[in-house]
């Protein structure tokens, strides 16, 4: 998130030369330690002074999202969370916050951390940040990544040994109807357009639009259908989709039910549904998880499906979210899955932030720059509120 999104340290007790558990004692100041509960009023202030310069006061929720998000994970250790900096005053100026989740590389488990903010405040916070930044060196980390940093924090990535991956970098957003999606995207900037009564301008326009131009219609493949399952049929299916990727996200029973229950609680982004697409003969050929809200923007997490399968499953992808009304759709940009969504019309690509990553291994570094790498969606921090509200 900007302006600085990249992850942080395995180890931090070794930076600070204090044990980073809750209940020991604290590091003299001046120094780097985990993120403790206690400190999350003091970080929630901090977070909204740095991304929302123009609130006056920090929202009254805030504090216990952190903690839902940042200490709520079954994978969670003060080892392999969210990081503070104190000041000489003992203060907290500025902070990392970073979530784990766990990753087969090569058919071995790696808990990876996912930077979600890297937050500082005045001249401490400055160096403080500075001295987080030095530890994303690439020799120190198992796997770190973030997949919405600033063009800033992506220097320092690079500086770090570490890479920026530029499919993943994108945002594929597909148009049905142009009318209800321009509106939808004027409201959600101008507040005072959700007062007026447009909905059926809307509508009008693009029914006119849609006959004139029938490519805004999306066709699936023959033969191809789709039905919605739930979140634990979907991970099943993912599990053996996500087969064709050396690295890729574990979803463990634990780590997927609480990835759901998080992701839930962003209901800004309407509600969260799974699909599943079969082929002629009744098989099983991919899956999709997404958020929508009736009328709007079809927010795609995650797609998975068999080789070679691509094409007929990102056709019913669109099919599905026209059928169903959708204004438009848009989703993370994949390099499986790329050629796929170029065949579709009204398609555009965006760039809204950074995918980077740093590791030390070498193996998981040639899949990631490779065809071999999958990460996003839930395994990311797309699905989280501090992107979307507070």
Request: net charge positive; glycine share 8%.
């Amino acid at each position: 998130m900007a302006p600085a999104a990249e992850s942080a340290l395995k180890h931090p007790p070794e930076l600070s030369g204090t044990p980073a558990g809750e209940g020991k004692s604290r590091p003299h100041t001046g120094t780097v330690r985990a993120m403790e509960r206690s400190d999350l009023p003091v970080v929630a202030d901090l977070f909204t002074r740095t991304f929302r310069k123009n609130n006056q006061k920090t929202d009254s929720q805030l504090a216990g999202y952190l903690e839902t998000v940042f200490f709520g994970s079954p994978l969670y250790t003060p080892d392999v969370g969210s990081l503070v900096h104190l000041s000489e005053t003992s203060a907290i100026d500025s902070a990392i916050l970073a979530m784990p989740i766990e990753y087969s590389v090569h058919g071995r488990p790696v808990t990876a951390r996912v930077l979600c903010a890297f937050m500082a405040e005045g001249k401490s916070g400055a160096a403080g940040a500075a001295r987080l930044a030095r530890m994303l060196r690439a020799a120190r980390q198992d796997f770190c990544f973030s997949d919405n940093a600033s063009p800033v924090s992506a220097d320092h990535w690079v500086a770090g040994g570490g890479h920026v991956l530029p499919v993943q970098s994108l945002e594929w957003h597909r148009t049905f109807r142009p009318a209800a999606a321009a509106l939808h995207m004027a409201r959600r900037k101008v507040k005072l357009l959700g007062k007026l009564p447009l909905q059926g301008l809307a509508r009008a326009v693009d029914r006119f639009v849609r006959r004139s131009r029938t490519s805004f219609a999306a066709v699936p493949h023959d033969g191809i259908r789709s039905a919605p399952v739930s979140p634990q049929q979907f991970m099943e299916q993912a599990r053996l989709m996500m087969g064709r990727f050396s690295v890729h996200p574990v979803f463990s029973k634990a780590e997927f039910d609480w990835l759901i229950a998080a992701a839930k609680l962003n209901t800004s982004l309407g509600e969260l549904q799974c699909c599943s697409i079969t082929d002629a003969q009744g098989k099983i050929i991919g899956c999709y998880l997404y958020f929508g809200a009736d009328g709007r923007n079809a927010v795609v997490m995650n797609v998975f499906c068999h080789e070679r399968q691509e094409a007929a499953v990102v056709s019913q992808l669109f099919a599905d979210f026209d059928n169903l009304g959708y204004a438009s759709a848009q989703g993370m940009a994949q390099p499986f899955l790329i050629q796929a969504v170029l065949r579709q019309r009204h398609l555009v690509h965006k760039h809204t932030g950074y995918f980077c990553l740093v590791t030390r291994h070498a193996d998981l570094k040639e899949a990631a720059i490779g065809d071999g790498f999958y990460a996003g969606g839930l395994a990311s921090e797309s699905w989280s509120r501090l992107l979307h509200d507070f």
